[in-house]
């Protein structure tokens, strides 16, 4: 098991956070739920891919988005296959990006 020096040695959190927190259980399979609260905040809902890092500080928890080329600016004129074409090189290219940060072991 890794240990952070910057990880406090209590399982207690102070009262009054500046974030919000809520503490969750593992289960005996290694499930654990993220609290409703997270999941609306951070609009996470069943099927939604969460990447965990080890970080410094401990673990991180994130919610993996693939944006597809959403909002990426193209000349107006453009057609829409020009469109999807840059749309899918962008994605092939976040892709590749995304899958080398997130490489097990």
Known sequence: MREHSTVPKSNVLPD????MWKPTRISEH??????K?????????AGDEIVWMDTDDGILATKRTHTGGRGMLVPDDAT???????AAELKQRLDRR???NYKDG
């Open 16 to 19: 009054e956070s500046p974030n």
């Open 30 to 35: 290694g499930r654990v739920t993220i609290p």
């Open 37 to 45: 609260e997270f999941r609306d905040t951070y609009d996470i809902s």
């Open 80 to 86: 829409e296959t020009e469109r999807e074409a840059v």
């Open 98 to 100: 995304r899958d080398s």
